[in-house]
């Protein structure tokens, strides 16, 4: 049985992006709110909100080239953000070729893509790069949105994901399930973790990572699961928070509720 047969309510979700989704809960005009990007306990209590993690996915670099495989290409986080920053601008580059050397690269330009739109998604990856990259980290930073040094924008993880299957030579980044549904086009690469193994976006390498999360030690579930420890663990995670309204009810035992 449906639940709108069951109950007679309607739930009615929008693909909105992050920045959206926020304005909108914060604003009343909607009853829950998503984001890949938790919002500080300050301004939960400024709005009145309560958040809580509800699922985890990760961010996984994409690109567009001829005859490279899905979990082919290598990626180590400086090399991420080089590319981003615009100091690596061609496929065969002596820096990428160095920890790929058994793929054949074209001799063509890297074609930047990133978000348009505010997003927890870049807010991740930007997050990340700041973690491994000091000059990414001083010249860009982290955010929703950020001012990229280069690149084209494309709204939401489709329209990345669109702009990265229809430009050869292009590299993006999504959230893994939009990655897995351009299979035809794009493939994802491994990237260089923590403890420095290249590893695959996959279900036990996002657990690894997950697996170093204290929640019951953060207030308000304020965690940020980039470049975790651990030998399997994937470079960044997407805990997925969900916000609503809170009331005085809802908010003082919350995390007894979800930690029981």
Same mark, same amino acid.
């Given at each position: 049985?449906?639940?709108?047969?069951?109950?007679?309510?309607?739930?009615?979700?929008?693909?909105?992006?992050?920045?959206?989704?926020?304005?909108?809960?914060?604003?009343?005009?909607?009853?829950?709110?998503?984001?890949?990007?938790?919002?500080?306990?300050?301004?939960?209590?400024?709005?009145?909100?309560?958040?809580?993690?509800?699922?985890?996915?990760?961010?996984?670099? =994409?690109? !567009?080239?001829? #005859?490279?495989?899905? &979990?082919?290409?290598?990626?180590?986080? %400086?090399?991420? /953000?080089?590319?981003?920053?615009?100091?690596?601008?061609?496929?065969?580059?002596?820096?990428?070729?160095?920890?790929?050397?058994?793929?054949?690269?074209?001799?063509?330009?890297?074609?930047?893509?990133?978000?348009?739109?505010?997003?927890?998604?870049?807010?991740?990856?930007?997050?990340?790069?700041?973690?491994?990259?000091?000059?990414?980290?001083?010249?860009?930073?982290?955010?929703?949105?950020?001012?990229?040094?280069?690149?084209?924008?494309?709204?939401?993880?489709?329209?990345?994901?669109?702009?990265?299957?229809?430009?050869?030579?292009?590299?993006?980044?999504?959230?893994?399930?939009?990655?897995?549904?351009?299979?035809?086009?794009?493939?994802?690469?491994? =990237?260089? !973790?923590?403890? #420095?193994?290249?590893? &695959?976006?996959?279900?036990?390498?996002? %657990?690894?990572? /997950?697996?170093?999360?204290?929640?019951?030690?953060?207030?308000?579930?304020?965690?940020?699961?980039?470049?975790?420890?651990?030998?399997?663990?994937?470079?960044?995670?997407?805990?997925?928070?969900?916000?609503?309204?809170?009331?005085?009810?809802?908010?003082?035992?919350?995390?007894?509720?979800?930690?029981?």
């Amino acid at each position: 049985m449906s639940y709108f047969a069951a109950t007679g309510n309607s739930v009615h979700y929008q693909p909105i992006g992050s920045g959206l989704g926020i304005k909108a809960i914060k604003n009343a005009e909607v009853d829950f709110g998503a984001s890949d990007k938790p919002l500080d306990p300050s301004e939960l209590r400024k709005d009145g909100l309560i958040q809580f993690p509800i699922v985890i996915g990760g961010v996984v670099p =994409v690109v !567009n080239i001829e #005859g490279v495989k899905p &979990s082919e290409m290598k990626f180590t986080g %400086q090399l991420l /953000a080089d590319i981003y920053l615009g100091k690596v601008r061609k496929w065969n580059d002596p820096t990428i070729r160095q920890i790929n050397p058994t793929l054949s690269l074209p001799d063509s330009a890297i074609t930047v893509v990133h978000r348009l739109d505010a997003s927890g998604t870049t807010f991740n990856w930007c997050n990340y790069l700041s973690k491994v990259s000091a000059v990414w980290k001083a010249r860009v930073g982290e955010g929703t949105t950020v001012d990229w040094p280069l690149g084209l924008g494309g709204k939401g993880n489709d329209g990345v994901a669109s702009l990265v299957a229809m430009i050869p030579g292009a590299i993006g980044y999504l959230e893994y399930a939009y990655a897995l549904q351009k299979f035809q086009r794009i493939s994802f690469g491994v =990237v260089e !973790n923590s403890s #420095g193994n290249f590893v &695959s976006p996959s279900r036990s390498n996002f %657990q690894a990572a /997950a697996s170093s999360a204290a929640w019951d030690s953060e207030n308000d579930f304020f965690l940020i699961l980039t470049n975790a420890p651990g030998a399997e663990a994937y470079l960044s995670l997407l805990p997925l928070s969900c916000f609503c309204r809170g009331t005085r009810s809802l908010r003082l035992p919350l995390r007894a509720r979800l930690t029981s």
